[in-house]
């Protein structure tokens, strides 16, 4: 033993030494950066975003102000399906130094002249209620929300609660005119670190908010140096774009920081704040209460059917009845008797079990905060990967199954698997993305992205589901309880509620009862640009629906089997999917409800809640004082905030709404 320590002792000295020069890392764009005082802080334009329309723009395809050189940050597979075009800005920020009036893209003191083509481009993005989202040091831009609990009653007594809209309005219109926000006032939070005596301080940006304004171009007074004085007061123009007609105007923003004692770990919160928690618990409670529903329907079955059978069997007075068979005992013969077109059945088997994997694993990572919005694009590229790198247990689970099924084509079953599902997915995707292509939008998906999908798919997927189907079709079948008869049975006419659609539509009522609440928060978060980031109530649902589903299919197995019908082979697959069909319809249901109504109003001002119908419900502003910070003219905030009670079919809650009036000057801070 000595004599082997002796021998290994020279090698563990030479890798101890070869390992003395190593540092730990970060992930990139997870950890920290320190930047020191007057540091420059990049800002950088991601996307132009629109709920009414749900097609994103690059932010140079409207004609703001360019630096010398455009750069784009390389992006990973997730940000480019998802429309994200990082590109850097010309808005020079210094950590920790304000800036009261900066001018862009200014030469000798000239404005910025927007041609025809493009004044009707940007009116057509304003009328479209765009969003223009920035970050800086990752952390996407945000503009403040004031809301009050109660519409009337005592200013004092109004609670306030503080929200934030991710992006900020490109422009709004009133009284059929136009205008655009030309003036940013960014506020940026630091927080400073703690040091050790006699070293420089150093700061991270924990918070990016801005205040847009639109501010015509008489009332801005720009020198030769790019430098600009506001108009003072609130009664200055704001920034007309006629869209039949040339027009100039300023570029112009203004920077303002003010530290705050967030910590850097924590900046996210104020994005990712879990609002409507109760009604979140509210569907979990529900979900549950389905399941121990179903759980009792299956007990009871059970129950009912095994007391039967050995209270029959234990009589003796009458031997030959006991033999009697009947319901679902007379199908046991059939039962197992393998379904018309094996191949596709095993096909669809093994994709829903890539997708179930896929789903499960990506949900539960992103519970654990793996996946953070502030890794962009993380979580579809966990997704895409995982789909491919699962196709070896969706191989394997259907090719035992094909064999179980008496199947012998391996290889054309192997191919189906790997090709059905994903090649139906692919031209639908294929074709929508032409005709995003032809809106000219960043989220459309580039040519040589599709072909590196392609490659993943047949590099990756293809081989790997052929891999797993052999083994699965060489491991030994799944061996039926009973035998299977050589002639089939004749299977009795059916009643009207065993027919196939009416059993879809009533097994799909339970597990879609399970999940309709969350699926209105993934549906606003889909259809606002939000973040989505509460992972761990969804995945509490997506394993209730688990459940649900499968105890439901049992169920509907059974009652089928007793109307001596054994053809339950599709049948069951397509009962457990029922509720996909509901998540079809509650999807036309919102967006008819909630999105076209939405869609076909005018854009507002801001400060106001809609078109010419809500004009009477648009509630007065209330005036917030403000506090000087060196300048002799204060800012001056109004906010609007009304609560409105909606009913839907689903459910009833308080639904908040929010609208501001923003007309602030740059020389005072706004309250906090």
Known sequence: ?????????????????????????????????????????????????????????????????????????????????????????????????????????????????????????????????????????????????????????????????????????????????????????????????????????????????????????????????????????????????????ENELYFTYSVHWEESDIKWASRWDTYLTMSDVQIHWFSIINSVVVVFFLSGILSMIIIRTLRKDIANYNKEDDIEDTMEESGWKLVHGDVFRPPQYPMILSSLLGSGIQLFCMILIVIFVAMLGMLSPSSRGALMTTACFLFMFMGVFGGFSAGRLYRTLKGHRWKKGAFCTATLYPGVVFGICFVLNCFIWGKHSSGAVPFPTMVALLCMWFGISLPLVYLGYYFGFRKQPYDNPVRTNQIPRQIPEQRWYMNRFVGILMAGILPFGAMFIELFFIFSAIWENQFYYLFGFLFLVFIILVVSCSQISIVMVYFQLCAEDYRWWWRNFLVSGGSAFYVLVYAIFYFVNKVLPWVRKPPALSGQVGGEEDAREKPKCQSLSCQEWGEPKPFCSRTCIFLEQRESVFSVFWETKACRISDRILHAKPVR
């Not at 990082?86 to 041609?115: A, G, R, Y």
């Not at 108009?231 to 869209?243: A, F, K, L, M, R």
Request: aromatic letters at 10%; hydrophobic letters at 35%; one cysteine or more.
């Open 1 to 245: 033993m000595a004599a082997a320590m002796q021998d290994w002792l020279p090698w563990a000295l030479l890798l101890l030494s070869l390992t003395r020069d190593t540092r730990a890392f970060y992930v990139p764009g997870v950890a920290p950066i320190n930047f020191h005082q007057n540091d420059p802080v990049e800002i950088k334009a991601v996307k132009l975003t629109s709920s009414r329309t749900q097609l994103p723009y690059e932010y140079y395809s409207l004609p703001f102000c360019q630096p010398s050189k455009i750069t784009y940050k390389a992006e990973n597979l997730g940000e480019v399906l998802r429309g994200d075009r990082i590109v850097n800005t010309p808005f020079q920020v210094l950590m920790n130094s304000e800036k009261k009036c900066e001018v862009l893209c200014s030469q000798s003191n000239k404005p910025v002249t927007l041609t025809v083509e493009e004044s009707r481009l940007v009116a057509e993005r304003i009328t479209e209620d765009y969003y223009v989202h920035l970050i800086a040091d990752n952390l996407p831009v945000a503009t403040r929300l004031e809301l009050y609990s109660n519409r009337d009653g005592d200013d004092k007594k109004k609670e306030k609660d503080v929200q934030f809209e991710h992006g900020y309005r490109l422009g709004f219109t009133d009284v059929n005119k136009i205008y655009l926000h030309n003036h940013l006032s960014f506020i940026l939070y630091y927080h400073r670190e703690d040091l050790e005596e006699e070293q420089e301080h150093t700061y991270r940006v924990v918070r990016f908010e801005v205040i847009p304004q639109s501010i015509r171009l008489e009332d801005i007074k720009a020198d030769e140096k790019s430098s600009c004085i506001l108009p003072e007061g609130t009664n200055s123009s704001p920034q007309e774009i006629d869209p039949s007609k």
